[in-house]
C-alpha cells in the first residue's frame, strides 16, 4: 500500500461529502424529511425514533408506510410486508451500483455501509459521478455522498418534527410532492440510453396498471415486465445494427 | 394503538418491521453483486428493472397520493407532474427546473381547483 492512499481515500470522502452541497437532491432530501419529520410528529412518536428511523431506514417510502402504518394501529406482520415491499426497488440498485465501486479484492463488508446508503438520491448521483472518480477512491466517495445526505436528512427530520403543527396543509401535500417529481426528473437525466428510456416510459404505465389490476407484489411484477421488455427490445436493436 | 403501548415496542416495531424489512433487499444485493463486473451485460437488465420499479413507485405516489396530497385533485396531481416534464425538457434538461415548475403547478391548481 503507498503510503498516500489514507490521504487520497479521505480526499475522496470529502469530496463525494461536497458533492452533495451542489446536488439537487440535497434540496430535494431536504423538503421531504421536513414532511416525514412532521409525520413522527403528527402519529405521536419521539424526535429521537423518528431521526433513529430515518437514518435506520434510509428510504423515504418505507419510513413514511412506517410511520403511518404503525400510527394507525396495523399489525406488525401487515406493517413488516408493506416496508418490505416498497422497499424492492434497492435489491437491483446495489446490484446495479456494486459492481461499479468494488474492486476484485474489495472484503463484502465494505459493501455494506455503501449498501445501506443506496437510496433513489444517492443511486441516481452516484451513477452520474461515478465514472469520474478513479475506482479505488469510489467505496469513500460513495461514503461521503452518503453521510452529506444523512446529516441533510437528520436536519431535516427535526426541523419538520418542531415545524409540525405549523404547517399548513397545501404545503404539507406540497412536500409529499417531492418525491415523485425528483425521482421522475432525476431518473429522465440519467437515462441516457434507449433501454432506460423505455423501462421508465413502460414503468410508468405498467406501475399504476398492476396496481389498480390488484395483482399482489404489484411493483415487482411491473418493474419486472417493463424492464424486460425494454431490455428485450434493446437486444433485438443491436442484433440488427 | 396497540403496537405503540410502549417506547420499548415502539423501539422493537422499528427494527423488526421498519428496518429489517427494508435493509433485508440491500444484503441481498451486496449478495448478488458478488462476481459481476461493471460491463456484464447482465446489469443492463438489471438496471432497466430498477428504472421500470422506481418509474412504478413514481406513477403510484401520484395517482394513489399518500397523506394530505390526496386532498389536492387527482388531475392537478397528473398535469403538475406533466408541466414539471415540459420544464425540465425546455430548461436545459435541469432537474431543479423540473421540480421546482412542478411543484409551482401543484400549488397553483391546488388553490385554484380545490373545493
Known amino acids: 500500500m503507498s503510503c498516500d492512499a489514507p490521504t487520497s481515500t479521505l480526499a475522496a470522502y470529502r469530496a463525494g461529502f461536497m458533492a452533495t452541497w451542489t446536488s439537487v437532491f440535497s434540496y430535494v432530501l431536504f423538503g421531504t424529511y421536513i414532511g416525514i419529520g412532521a409525520l413522527g410528529h403528527d402519529f405521536g412518536f419521539s424526535l429521537v425514533w423518528t431521526v433513529t428511523a430515518t437514518l435506520l431506514v434510509w428510504a423515504g417510502p418505507a419510513?413514511?408506510?412506517?410511520?403511518?402504518?404503525?400510527?394507525?394501529?396495523?399489525?406488525?406482520i401487515e406493517v413488516a410486508v408493506a416496508v418490505g415491499l416498497s422497499a424492492v426497488r434497492l435489491l437491483p440498485m446495489v446490484v446495479a451500483m456494486l459492481p461499479m465501486i468494488k474492486r476484485p479484492e474489495t472484503r463484502a463488508w465494505k459493501l455494506v455501509l455503501p449498501a445501506h446508503f443506496t437510496a433513489v438520491s444517492l443511486w441516481v448521483e452516484a451513477m452520474r459521478l461515478l465514472p469520474?472518480?478513479?475506482?479505488?477512491n469510489r467505496i469513500a466517495f460513495c461514503n461521503g455522498l452518503g453521510t452529506g445526505y444523512g446529516i441533510t436528512a437528520t436536519t431535516a427530520t427535526i426541523t419538520g418534527f418542531y415545524l409540525a403543527a405549523k404547517l399548513?396543509?397545501?404545503?404539507?401535500a406540497a412536500l409529499l410532492f417531492l418525491t415523485p417529481l425528483a425521482f421522475l426528473m432525476s431518473t429522465l437525466r440519467n437515462a441516457n440510453m434507449l433501454v432506460d428510456r423505455l423501462a421508465l416510459g413502460l414503468g410508468l404505465i405498467l406501475?399504476?396498471?398492476f396496481?389498480?389490476?390488484?395483482?399482489g407484489l404489484d411493483l415487482m411484477w411491473s418493474g419486472i415486465a417493463a424492464g424486460t421488455a425494454a431490455y428485450a427490445v434493446h437486444r433485438v436493436r443491436?442484433?440488427?445494427? | 394503538m396497540s403496537a405503540l403501548s410502549g417506547e420499548f415496542a415502539a423501539w422493537m416495531a422499528l427494527v423488526l418491521v421498519g428496518f429489517l424489512p427494508n435493509e433485508m433487499w440491500r444484503w441481498l444485493g451486496v449478495i448478488f453483486a458478488r462476481g459481476l463486473d461493471e460491463g456484464a451485460e447482465i446489469l443492463v437488465w438489471v438496471r432497466a428493472v430498477a428504472t421500470a420499479i422506481l418509474a412504478?413507485?413514481?406513477?403510484?405516489?401520484?395517482i394513489f397520493a399518500p397523506g394530505v396530497l390526496a386532498t389536492v385533485p387527482t388531475p392537478v396531481r397528473l398535469a403538475a407532474v406533466l408541466i414539471g416534464f415540459m420544464a425540465f425538457v425546455l430548461i436545459r434538461r435541469s432537474v431543479l427546473a423540473g421540480v421546482i415548475v412542478g411543484e409551482m403547478a401543484l400549488v397553483v391548481g391546488a388553490l385554484v381547483f380545490s373545493p
Do not use: D, N
Open chain 1, 63 to 76: 419510513q413514511v408506510i412506517l410511520i403511518s402504518a404503525l400510527g394507525a394501529g396495523a399489525s406488525f
Open chain 1, 132 to 136: 469520474k472518480v478513479p475506482r479505488e
Open chain 1, 168 to 172: 399548513p396543509p397545501l404545503m404539507s
Open chain 1, 207 to 209: 406501475g399504476p396498471l
Open chain 1, 211 to 215: 396496481a389498480y389490476w390488484q395483482i
Open chain 1, 238 to 241: 443491436e442484433a440488427l445494427q
Open chain 2, 56 to 62: 412504478g413507485v413514481i406513477a403510484k405516489l401520484t
